[in-house]
């Protein structure tokens, strides 16, 4: 019985988000397109961050006039938050931008390719690090170890984490219901806290009414274009990650069957993709914050040199966890730690 519920879930799953595709689907253009490429990524229509997709979009149909024509998803268009990874492996979507976070079981790599808690916010370092010091291989690897091809990775800011009551001590962690998927609900178990997986639509419903206590947002700009402010009115001064790197996925039997310029072309567009996430999110950061407060939120008191030393020994374990995940995730690890020497 077991089975076929599970068979009948998945016919329906796979029939809606065939539907949802399809109505938007029929795309008429002077130029009929050699490809047609559907794109999920993980924000809402109108968000400051949607918009740097379209234009990712934009810029691989301009790169290769007009032989790709990239129809953008977005959040709960067909694909959810926690299937981008599966859509694209399986074909139903051809690219996608995940959050690896949500697909720590599938792919244990990606958790440490997002960055660990304590990461550094140099954005030479991180650059170095993927591009030069052999994270980038690893990581081809790994994302090819499962159908897909790795593109140029992408930078975004510090994770904050807000909240609805006001942190006076990291002992207000414990007990509270807090959304922060992979490592960093990891971490925050550690100062006593209960971690939740959510996408980021649900947050705010979540917030309002209780189901969880705070969130992390993948940076300020997630919580501005979220309105978490509206019913969390608290931030926590430290970081849990000083960026985040993500990257662009591709279906490989769709890759392939790109001639070598359009390939090109596609990856010329992942980079200025990557310049653009960079350079807006740095310049929307503070925007989105002096907004927030505008609207009423606060930050939680400076922490004590206690608290501070009990954040950084909750994150002191988990590079030894992750490099048990598996081989990439090992690799990745010895390769951290010797840039770090």
Known sequence: MLKTLQKVKK??????IAVALGTS?????AHAADHNWRFANLYGRGTAFGEIYENLA???ETNTNGDIKVQVLYSGEGVGTTGILGAVKSGLVTMGAPFQSMHAGELPAGVVEIGLPGGTDDTDELNALFHEKGWDQVLKEAYGSQGLVWLDPYIQPPVYIITKEPINSVEDFKGLKIRAPGAYGKFLRNLGASPVSLAWSEIYTSLSTGVIDGSIGSNMIDHRDGNH???AKYMYPLPLAGAQVLPIIVNRNAWRKLT???????KAATTTH???QL???KQWESEAVAEMEAKGLKWSPEPSAADKEAWAEAGAGLW??????GPYSKRLIDILREQQK
């Open 11 to 16: 016919r329906l799953v796979v029939s809606s």
């Open 25 to 29: 689907a029929v795309m008429t253009s």
């Open 58 to 60: 934009k810029n691989i």
């Open 229 to 231: 402010v509206e019913v």
């Open 260 to 266: 070598d310029e359009q390939q090109a072309a596609v």
């Open 274 to 276: 990557a310049q653009e």
């Open 279 to 281: 350079e807006k999110s």
């Open 320 to 325: 030894d966890e992750y490099a048990k995940a």
